[in-house]
């Protein structure tokens, strides 16, 4: 009844045509039972035609029967908004624009943030779902847990990320796999797309019945094979083992990490060695599972903790050293709910975006007060037509209604824009989080949470644009309005503080601390970026991937011999090198471990932690880093020889006070492991992961005196040249192409390194800034418009001024006051903002204060600049009125 | 709600109660139910056009009829006009609302 109610209501044309017509066959039948009784067709028809009566009236009765009447008069006051687009569409457009603005950012970023931080796993009820912390466990802890602690876990999984390489077909491309344990699939209560999925049987080293075993997600399974079901029984290799595909996981599953998609899943045990399955000290497994029905996430962890005691004292390793084992009894885990899952791109993105989430806000806010603006702006210009519909009847709530519901258009038509348009921002917000170490994969798609999100986002936007207009429409007075002449009203113009004065100066107060968060940030990325790295920033970094091409051991070394080799006859090579990290090595990691000076016993303690690097001979050259003492390593440092080790002054000065290190000793590792190394020479300082750390005291190793179990690893090539990079870049590919055409490489520059360590840094900056240029321009607009329309009303008060001998140097200066005070005030509003809510940014800053005077200063400054700027068109124009014409008008 | 053409000979929503009665025996369309009213009536009812079809809209927009195009017996279109369930109902509390006034306007004639 509602919904027959609304079709009429929306399509009126059709129910008034469907009428008209079901009347006309009444009177055709009229007309036929008056012709049998005798009357000719033409005597008949207009007979008929008379006994039907009224029959315009008869259709307007049954509209009003149809609707209600404020339903009417809503679809009135719609159409009349549609009207105004008609008939002013610049005015339409600057309101749909602003709307969409705001609310489209807005929508973008909060469906970037319900993607990553708010969605449901999509698996079976996600709220039984939790995960154990600290973050990863060994395998032995796994087993056990799962042993000792049904109670609090009936189903538990393990499962870990990992990065692979990947043979779908000829070429080796790097992947990240999703390993989890056999009870994955079932835990999680899923159902596979097709075929089906791997279980406990799949799950043991070597493989179960079927071999080695892998599900394909359903995005691959789209973008790779067109959903062909005959993937089901294809091979794909995976690290040169080759893996069968047995079944597709449905649609939108992704695993249980927000953020990153893996294309296949492995049974988690399938590939480790011994060492993975058997040490307790290896952790590389995050834990989650199903809770039992009955008990809350907190019963559930205190339950944990009365087992976890146990479960360590089970796996510890008996010939573990007392301090280690002491350390490892005293780990602590925490469960928490695993809802929305875990992730690690969560961990590093979420803050960011909730504090993206306030600017974006803000910037709606600076948006409603356009549109509000502009809504008062034409309430003034429609005054006298307000004041004769009052005064020929029409309610004042009426009129206010019809001032709300056309802000709802407006806002309906911007939010629709917005909409389309955050889908495809949030997709370029994706891009920009990505790199290529660590890329980012999100359904940024709309879902019923973001579009109630937007909905309720755009009623209150509609309303807040509406406030001060309906308002105003409510006050009108119809008789002073019609009575008042444009001259008169024009005096109070410029100096009371009128609703339109108050709304841009809170813009230009919001816009100062979009600027100053955009300032900040920028700062901050300044100072990371103008960090002395320690080393030159246009070095070639040359990785590349052995190992996944089956080079190991002996091979291996040949390999890197060969390449540096190779790396070193390329015209334009002034130097190469090989090292275990790269410089910058972020995703790559760290090496650290606790040394003892000069045959003192290494004990485990912070203070202690080195981090370290085996390099080749040349290393320090080709990166360009100094040596300040002693040598650098030669050909002569060999497995033979005596163990030696390069070290950077902040080590020095930490373990050799009195500054004397060069031919001192070094240990690491103890007991049995236990290796002495000389100090041969002092190397300046160098950033070790990324430019932000605080100075690393680094040790370097000779690469060939590393003990052959540390030598199965792909090592990356230092290059540096003279003149063209890309020309070299290019005949290194060749060159590894020659040596073997199936290892997958990458050649980046240390400063691309640096740009993608750097990514959160640089989407806060890109995007503040941009928010805050938006917010500029809208503040911008709204101060010209308000001065341009003072100006315009004004000019008879002006021309008086002109024609009684003002200088128009005067009137100029008067208009452009006016801009600077409403400026200054919201520029004081917006500094003592920027003072209170800097801190909320503190976290994501680096070596800027959160009240950073600069910042500032610089957004402050900008805003008055550009308020100085807004001010000049219109004090021109005032300053030519010319005062006949002006005294002339009305 | 302005101008209304409610016939003056007849009590306030006695049209629409007779024209549900008069769906009862089938589907009709809006001159059938005229006819059928002046029919069984003894040619006393006469309802309007102007009358009948914003009363038709009404039942349609409260879900007591439904509407369906169809042909009729010359073979024009036409729309036909079934009771609902809900109708049904409908007709049903009228009858007994009518029914109690008509008893109560009968004693007040007798008694006063």
Known sequence: MMLTRLRAWIRPGRWDAELAEEIEAHRALKQAEYERAGMSPHEAAAASRRALGNVTLAREDARRVRFAPWLESCRQDVAYAFRILRRSPAFAAAMVLVMALG???????????????????????????????????????????????????????????????????????????????????????????????????????????????????????????????????????????????????????????????????????????????????????????????????????????????????????????????????????????????????????????????????????????????????????????????????????????????????????????????????????????????????????????????????????????????????????????????????????????????????????????????????????????????????????????????????????AFHAALLERLRTIPGVEAASLSEYPPISDEDGAWTQSIGVDGAPVTQDASRYVYFNAVTPGYFRTIGMRLLAGRDFSDLDTAQSRRVVIVTESLVRRFFPDGDALGRRVSVGRDENRQDLEIVGIVSDAKYQRLQEPTRRIAYLAIRQLPDSMRDENLVAEVRTSGATVAVADRIRQEIGALDTTVPIRIQTINERIRESLVTERVLAMLATTLGLSALALACAALYGLLAYTVSRQAGEIGLRIALGADRATVRWMVLRQSLVLGAVGVIAGVAASFALGGFARNMLYQVSASDPFALAAAAGLMLAIALCAGLLPARRAARVDPVVALRVD | MGLTNQPPDLLPGTLDLLILRTLVRGPMHGYGIAERLRQISDEVLHVGESSLYPALQRLLMNGWVKAAWGASDNNRRARFYTLTAAGKRRLDEERKEFQKLVLAIQKVLETA
Do not use: C
């Not at chain 1, 089901?232 to 990153?260: E, Q, Y």
């Not at chain 1, 309303?463 to 105003?472: D, Y």
């Open chain 1, 103 to 557: 609310i489209g950012s807005t929508t973008a970023v909060f469906g970037l943030l319900d993607a990553l931080v708010l969605r449901d796993l999509p698996v079976r009820d996600p709220h039984r779902l939790a995960y154990v912390a600290h973050p990863s466990f060994s395998y032995p802890v796994f087993t056990e847990l799962k042993r000792r602690a049904p109670h609090v876990f009936p189903q538990l999984f393990g499962w870990n990320l990992e990065g692979a390489n990947v043979q779908w077909s000829s070429r080796l491309e790097p992947a990240e796999i999703l390993m989890a344990s056999g009870e994955f699939y079932e835990t999680l209560g899923i159902a596979p797309a097709l075929g089906r999925f791997f279980t406990v049987a799949d799950d043991r080293s070597g493989g179960g019945p079927d071999g080695l075993v892998a599900v394909i997600s359903h995005a691959s399974w789209t973008r790779r094979f067109g959903r062909d079901p005959s993937v089901i029984g294809r091979t794909v290799r995976i690290d040169r083992r080759v893996f069968t595909i047995v079944g597709v996981s449905p649609a939108g599953f992704f695993g249980v990490a927000p953020g990153l998609a893996p294309e296949l899943t492995i049974p988690l045990t399938v590939l480790a060695d011994r060492d993975a399955l058997e040490a307790p000290t290896r952790s590389w497994i995050h834990l989650m599972g199903r809770l039992s029905d009955d008990i809350s996430v907190e019963r559930a962890d205190a339950a944990l903790q009365q087992v976890w005691p146990a479960v360590l004292e089970v796996t510890v390793n008996p010939g573990m050293p007392a301090d280690r084992r002491a350390m490892y009894l005293g780990r602590t885990v925490t469960l928490h709910s695993a809802r929305t899952g875990f992730s690690r791109v969560r961990n590093q993105f979420e803050e960011p975006l909730w504090l993206l989430l306030a600017l974006v806000a803000l910037l709606l806010v600076v948006a409603t007060a356009s549109a509000a603006n502009l809504m008062l702006a034409r309430a003034v210009a429609r005054r006298r037509e307000l004041a004769v519909r009052l005064a020929i009847g029409a309610g004042r709530w009426r009129l206010v209604r019809q001032m709300v519901t056309e802000a709802v258009v407006w806002t309906a038509l911007g939010a629709g824009a917005g909409v389309l348009g955050a889908s495809w921002a949030g997709n370029g917000l994706v891009a920009m989080m990505t790199t290529w170490e660590d890329p980012i994969a999100l359904e940024t798609g709309l879902n019923l949470r973001v579009l109630s999100f937007t909905a309720a986002l755009a009623l209150l936007t509609a309303m807040g644009a509406a406030v001060f207009p309906a308002l105003r429409a409510s006050r009108a007075n119809a008789g002073a309005t019609l009575k008042e002449s444009s001259q008169l009203t024009g005096a109070a113009g410029l100096r009371r503080w009128s609703a339109g004065k108050l709304l841009v100066s809170a813009q230009v107060a919001l816009t100062v601390l979009l600027l100053f968060g955009a300032a900040l940030f920028v700062r901050s990325l300044q100072r990371i970026v103008e960090q002395d790295a320690g080393f030159d920033r246009d070095v070639l970094i040359v990785s590349s991937d052995a190992q996944a091409a089956g080079y190991e051991a002996e091979r291996l070394k």
